[in-house]
């Protein structure tokens, strides 16, 4: 498949949804058990927004073809077999991006909320909840949802770099925390910490601090590159090189 640049993660977003989410359906292409957060029920949903050069994500995420089609109910009853399972409890999609598939996703909400024992872990790029300015108020229905806005650079030139995609989308990330904090959503955010340089990450969390307020500088959780063989693959394409990395 071809690599898309300087595209509208937000237009990509609308035509991938044609095709990874009809109503309370969604797309997946397994279910998993993973041991992040000291043990984790998984979904891996199929299609992102973003096209990110250190992507672990492989096929599911640039191929809307593949996987299979779950309700909001199904795939929570995936989830929950999994964490009784393995006695976990906590819950999350991964491997492209949950907040395509607004319905299903709040409909999973829903349905992790009703039970009442588990907490879902929302991983997102936060693209579709700073551009939605309904996102971050539905979220805050559920006591049960902790949000991890994964920022992938320090600066929108880096972002575009990194993503391929149009540098006025790095805004989109910081109005998803800035709305995220606003609806009183549990959040904290992630920093992929392999690109950029101290000067560009400290004028990032003074922004950071500005909208959010200084007390989410306290949680930042920093990610580190994993170079897979098609990690490598993407980033020497796109040109770049992370300084830090596994």
């Not at 309370?24 to 992040?36: C, L």
């Not at 909320?113 to 559920?142: H, K, Q, V």
């Not at 800035?178 to 400290?202: N, Q």
Request: glycine share 8%.
């Amino acid at each position: 498949m071809r690599e898309l640049r300087g595209y509208d993660p937000v237009e990509l977003s609308s035509a991938l949804e044609r095709v990874v989410a009809r109503g309370r359906n969604r797309k997946y292409y397994r279910f998993r058990p993973a041991r992040f957060y000291g043990g984790i029920a998984t979904g891996d949903v199929v299609g992102c927004n973003l096209r990110c050069a250190f992507c672990w994500s492989g096929r599911p995420r640039d191929d809307p073809t593949v996987g299979s089609w779950f309700s909001s109910e199904e795939a929570y009853l995936k989830l929950k077999a999994i964490a009784e399972l393995h006695r976990f409890t906590r819950l999350r999609l991964s491997g492209g991006e949950p907040t395509i598939g607004k319905e299903h996703l709040l409909g999973l909400l829903e349905a992790v909320e009703a039970d009442g024992r588990f907490t879902f872990i929302l991983e997102t790029n936060g693209i579709l909840i700073g551009y939605d300015p309904g996102y971050a108020r539905s979220l805050a229905r559920y006591a049960s949802v902790h949000v991890r806005v994964s920022v992938k650079a320090c600066s929108p030139d880096l972002f575009t770099r990194i993503t391929a995609a149009k540098p006025e989308a790095f805004d989109l990330v910081l109005n998803a925390i800035k709305r995220l904090s606003d609806y009183g959503v549990s959040f904290h955010v992630a920093i992929v910490a392999s690109f950029g340089d101290e000067r560009c990450w400290a004028s990032f969390f003074e922004r950071l601090a500005e909208i959010a307020g200084r007390e989410v500088l306290s949680n930042v959780e920093p990610e580190v590159v994993r170079l897979y063989p098609h990690v490598v693959k993407r980033l020497r394409a796109r040109g770049i090189w992370p300084h830090t990395y596994y």
